[in-house]
Each structure stands twice: as C-alpha cells, then as structure tokens.
C-alpha cells in the first residue's frame, strides 16, 4: 500500500493545501495531512484548531487522515510507514528550498519526495500572505475554505 505524508504548519490550511491534498488522494492510497511544529512561523492558530481546520478540508477524502509531528519529519514518516513525502511547488524559490530538504531526507532515510506543482490560480497563495491581508481587513474569502475563513473572521 503506497501511504503518503503532506506536512505542513497550515495556518490556516488554504484552497492551495486543498488543490494538493485533492490530487495527492487520487496518486496514493493513503495520504496523512501531518501538521508539525515549525519554531520560525508564528502561529495564529493553536494546534487543535488546525487539526480540526484541517479535518473538515480532508472530510470528503475516504483515504486521507490527519497526523500531528513533532520533530524530524522523516522520523514520523518512518513510524507510519511512509515512504513518500508529498510537497506543493509555488515558484522556482519553493522548489530550490525543497530540493535540498527533499536529497537530506532521501539521504538519512530513504523516504522519497513528490512535488506537485501549485495550480496556477493557487501560485500567489500562502498562509503568510492569507493572515497579513485578513489581519489588514482585505478580503481572503477566495483563498480558503468557507469554514477557515468564518474562523479568519472570529480570531481576527
């Protein structure tokens, strides 16, 4: 059985993180959305609500579950028996980052590396960018899911 890890901070999980969990449920038969701890991204959002953000947006996907991590990424995709790491490209600057990290993981463990490529009408989105504009009053209804943003809305 081909089992996948899509880790990621998502605060808050975007339409962009939902393009790739889409496409990465139809490639493996099993996927993990794993949220981890990231100590240079400054949360918005607590664990817990990520988790339950992130369990409404994979609730129409039969073979994907959500996992939490803490520590080495490779080390929880060993204990759950991964052996892919599925990753979404934005830009070039994303795929020269990843690379790296992707040949370092490959190295210590043998778990292997998928880019998927953004689609294009989700190239400009980030989480970063979702929290700035909502934080400044702008408008991210289109960037994330009708539950994230009623979310976006109370916290903010």
């Not at 393009?19 to 993990?32: N, Y």
């Amino acid at each position: 059985m081909a089992k996948a890890v899509f880790p990621g901070t998502f605060d808050p999980p975007t339409v962009g993180h939902l393009d790739i969990v889409t496409r990465a449920a139809a490639a493996f038969d099993e996927l993990i959305v794993a949220t981890g701890v990231n100590q240079s991204k400054n949360r918005l959002f607590g664990p817990q609500e990520r988790i339950e953000m992130l369990t409404e947006l994979v609730a129409p996907f039969p073979n994907v579950r959500i996992g939490t991590f803490d520590g080495l990424l490779v080390d929880y995709c060993r204990a759950e028996g991964a052996g892919v790491i599925v990753k979404g490209l934005r830009s070039a600057a994303d795929y020269d980052y990843e690379l790296q990290m992707a040949q370092l993981n490959r190295r210590m463990t043998g778990v292997d590396t998928v880019f998927l490529p953004t689609a294009p009408e989700n190239a400009f989105i980030s989480s970063s960018w979702v929290k700035e504009i909502a934080r400044l009053g702008g408008d991210v209804s289109t960037f994330v899911t009708p539950a994230v943003h009623s979310r976006l809305l109370d916290i903010l």
